[in-house]
């Protein structure tokens, strides 16, 4: 199997990567808002878990066959949406924004002007990356400023009414 006839494939089985292409949605397709690249990918593989070489076994597997994590794919695209100066809401994040990526966490956080965390868990408290804790649902927080990025990782799944949060989400 040589390097160059290799694809990687950004956090999909050979099948679904087939599938993909299949529908002609190539892997490397050029960069816009919310797209990954396989660069983006390996540069957040060098940050989080070190050289390929060097790394534990498991994620020198995964880096070989070119799968990368769901939880690696989320950090890489919030890394691409967190301007300087910005705003952001975490929805959910319990006592840490990235619970296996700590480091990633506290660069994101330095770049932002706020960063507030909204979950109903009290272990919100616990959260020692963000501006602010907020223990309450989305759904019952009255916020006193616009966010210019709102994340909910693994949220959705315990939301009873999706529809009534997204729109509490695009209050203006």
Same mark, same amino acid.
């Given at each position: 199997?040589?390097?160059?006839?290799?694809?990687?494939?950004?956090?999909?089985?050979?099948?679904?990567?087939?599938?993909?292409?299949?529908?002609?949605?190539?892997? !490397?397709?050029?960069?816009?808002?919310?797209?990954?690249?396989?660069?983006?990918?390996?540069?957040?593989?060098?940050?989080?878990?070190?050289?390929?070489?060097?790394?534990?076994?498991?994620?020198?597997?995964?880096?070989?066959?070119?799968?990368?994590?769901?939880?690696?794919?989320?950090?890489?695209?919030?890394?691409?949406?967190?301007?300087?100066?910005?705003?952001?809401?975490?929805?959910?994040?319990?006592?840490?924004?990235?619970? !296996? !990526?700590?480091?990633?966490?506290?660069?994101?956080?330095?770049?932002?002007?706020?960063?507030?965390?909204?979950?109903?868990? %009290?272990?919100?408290?616990? !959260?020692?990356?963000?501006?602010?804790?907020?223990?309450?649902?989305? %759904?019952?927080?009255?916020?006193?400023?616009?966010?210019?990025?709102?994340?909910?990782?693994?949220?959705?799944?315990?939301?009873?009414?999706?529809?009534?949060?997204?729109?509490?989400?695009?209050?203006?």
């Amino acid at each position: 199997m040589g390097s160059a006839k290799r694809r990687r494939t950004v956090g999909a089985t050979q099948s679904a990567a087939r599938t993909l292409v299949h529908h002609g949605l190539p892997l !490397n397709r050029p960069r816009s808002r919310g797209a990954l690249s396989i660069a983006d990918l390996e540069a957040l593989f060098a940050q989080k878990y070190g050289a390929p070489e060097t790394t534990g076994w498991a994620p020198r597997r995964r880096f070989r066959f070119g799968y990368y994590l769901p939880a690696d794919a989320y950090e890489c695209l919030v890394s691409q949406n967190v301007a300087a100066g910005c705003s952001w809401l975490d929805v959910g994040g319990g006592h840490s924004i990235f619970p !296996n !990526n700590t480091e990633l966490a506290s660069t994101l956080v330095l770049r932002c002007a706020t960063v507030v965390a909204v979950d109903p868990s %009290e272990n919100v408290l616990k !959260n020692t990356f963000v501006h602010e804790r907020v223990r309450s649902k989305l %759904e019952d927080y009255a916020p006193s400023r616009q966010f210019g990025l709102a994340t909910l990782r693994m949220v959705v799944e315990h939301v009873p009414n999706p529809k009534h949060l997204s729109t509490r989400l695009d209050v203006s």
